[in-house]
C-alpha cells in the first residue's frame, strides 16, 4: 500500500470549513483513499473513500488530484465534535483472496476552536 | 444493532500472566482485526482473520495469540503479558461481500484499555 504524509496537527474555527491535506505520490492505480477518524478514546470511525472522482456523503468531502496524488477531506462547517484525529489510508480495493488489512499512520489532529 | 463489542473495557494484570481480550461482532463479518494503540504510533496491526479458522500476522504479532472458532469471535490472548504490551486494544470487523463502489469500511469497537503491571 502507498505511503500517505498528512500535517501532525491543525486548527479550525467552528463553522468554518476544515481542510485535511495528504499526500499520497506514490498511489497505484487500483489504490482507493480511505479517510477515519478518532475521537478521543473511541475506535476509529469511517468517513469517506473514493478512486478518482471527488466524492461527498454527510459527514464530508473528499477532492481527489486529477494525478491522484494528494487528496483534501472536507469538513464543510466543523463544530466541536469534529474535533478528533483523522487518518488517511491508501490502499488496494477489497478482494476475497486479498488482504484485508488497513494500515493507519499517526495522522492529523485537528482541533475546532469556539 | 449491536454492532462490534469488546470487552472488557479495562483490564489491569500483572507481568507474565496469561490474559485474554474478548471481540465479538454480530454483523457475521468476515474479516475482523486487532489493532493496538501507542501513543505517537497511531494504530498497528497485530492479527486479522479472514473467515473461521483463517488468521493471519499483522506488523506487531509477537507475544500474542489470536483464534477465529466461529465467525462473530475474535478473541486476543497475551499468553504471558509484559509492559510493553500496555495499550489500547481495537477489535474491528469488515465484510468486502457488501460494497458499494468497491471499498470496505473498518468497523471499530471501543476499545479495551490494558495496564500491565
Known amino acids: 500500500d502507498a505511503k500517505t504524509t498528512q500535517p501532525p496537527s491543525m486548527d479550525c474555527a467552528e463553522g468554518r470549513a476544515a481542510n485535511l491535506p495528504c499526500n499520497h505520490s506514490?498511489?497505484?492505480?487500483?489504490?482507493?483513499v480511505y479517510w477515519y477518524r478518532q475521537i478521543h478514546s473511541q475506535g476509529p470511525q469511517y468517513i469517506i473513500h473514493?478512486?478518482?472522482n471527488n466524492e461527498t456523503n454527510e459527514m464530508a468531502s473528499l477532492i481527489i488530484t486529477e494525478d491522484r496524488k494528494s487528496s483534501t477531506l472536507i469538513l464543510p462547517h466543523a463544530t466541536l465534535r469534529d474535533t478528533a484525529v483523522y487518518y488517511c489510508i491508501v490502499r488496494v480495493a477489497a478482494s476475497m483472496e486479498g488482504n484485508e488489512k488497513l494500515t493507519f499512520g499517526t495522522g492529523t489532529r485537528l482541533t475546532i476552536i469556539p | 444493532d449491536a454492532g462490534i463489542t469488546q470487552s472488557p473495557r479495562y483490564k489491569i494484570t500483572e507481568t507474565g500472566r496469561q490474559v485474554t481480550l474478548m471481540c465479538h461482532q454480530t454483523?457475521?463479518?468476515?474479516?475482523m482485526f486487532w489493532y493496538r494503540q501507542d501513543l505517537g504510533h497511531g494504530l498497528r496491526l497485530i492479527y486479522y482473520s479472514a473467515a473461521a479458522d483463517i488468521t493471519d500476522k499483522g506488523e506487531v504479532p509477537d507475544g500474542y495469540v489470536v483464534s477465529r472458532s466461529k465467525t462473530e469471535n475474535f478473541p486476543l490472548t497475551l499468553e504471558s503479558a509484559t509492559r510493553s504490551q500496555t495499550s489500547v486494544y481495537f477489535c474491528?470487523?469488515?465484510?468486502?461481500?457488501?460494497?458499494?463502489?468497491?471499498?470496505?469500511?473498518?468497523?471499530f469497537g471501543s476499545g479495551t484499555q490494558l495496564s500491565v503491571l
Open positions: 474491528a470487523s469488515s465484510d468486502p461481500r457488501v460494497r458499494t463502489d468497491s471499498g470496505e469500511k473498518l468497523f
Open positions: 454483523w457475521s463479518h468476515s474479516y
Open positions: 506514490t498511489i497505484s492505480g487500483n489504490e482507493y
Open positions: 473514493g478512486l478518482k
